[in-house]
């Protein structure tokens, strides 16, 4: 545990067993919001543990603790594959104090790397351009409909892996939904989203035929 600013920095992985389930359920609950950007994002969190509330060995999460209250996260990943800053966030009341920055640093020293990948939804480019700035993070790459179907995912330091399409086809779109959280999270050309909608359901077809014809 540090203690940076009258804010307690805490690792999850020194818990105590009674402590991890407590802090288990208030992490889902502080990034419940993610699954607006991430549908699978319940059941990603879910993987992440073990049994009893213990987390993967290539996992960390330091969490930002303020009178009692989670006020920050930040979720690590480090293999053989990737070293990943899965998730940051800051509870707004609490953003451009530096916590970002300083659960950002620990992660770098769990991660043993400064220029860790990190991908970010498309609508909080500018929530997160300061912070990236000051760490010289690069933009290398765009991933349109990556986790989640209209979205585009922003990609620093690194390339995200190819998906399988057969595990990620969508096999039923709800057209409504997707209007309207394309319009909740600020899309602007409607027109564009139309005919990209319209092109990737044409590609996806060619993908299932040409699947079932070299079967």
């Known amino acids: 545990m540090k203690i940076i600013d009258n804010k307690f920095y805490i690792r999850y992985s020194e818990l105590s067993p009674v402590q991890r389930k407590l802090y288990y359920l208030q992490i889902k609950n502080f990034l419940r919001e993610l699954i607006f950007e991430y549908n ?3 059941s990603w969190f879910v993987g992440l543990f073990d049994s009893d509330a213990l987390l993967s060995e290539d996992r960390e999460i330091f969490i930002c603790e303020y009178d009692f209250q989670l006020v920050g996260v930040i979720i ?3 293999n053989n594959i990737e070293n990943k800053i899965c998730t940051l966030r800051v509870a707004k009341p609490f953003q451009k104090q530096g916590i970002g920055r300083h659960l950002m640093e620990l992660g770098f020293e769990w991660l043993n790397d400064d220029k860790p990948l990190i991908t970010i939804h498309n609508s909080k480019k ?15 790459e765009k991933r349109w409909g990556y986790y989640r179907l209209f979205s585009t995912e922003l990609v620093y330091n690194g390339f995200l892996p190819e998906k399988n399409f057969i595990l990620n086809h969508v096999e039923i779109i709800n057209l409504e939904k997707e209007v309207k959280q394309f319009l909740l999270l600020g899309g602007e050309d409607f027109k564009q ?7 990737h359901q044409w590609l996806n077809n060619q993908k299932i035929n040409n699947i079932i014809a070299e079967h």
């Open 40 to 42: 699978n994002f319940n």
């Open 76 to 78: 690590l990943k480090r």
């Open 126 to 140: 500018r929530e997160f351009s300061k912070l990236f700035e000051h760490y010289n993070f690069q933009l290398e």
């Open 193 to 199: 989203f139309i005919n990209e909608l319209l092109y």
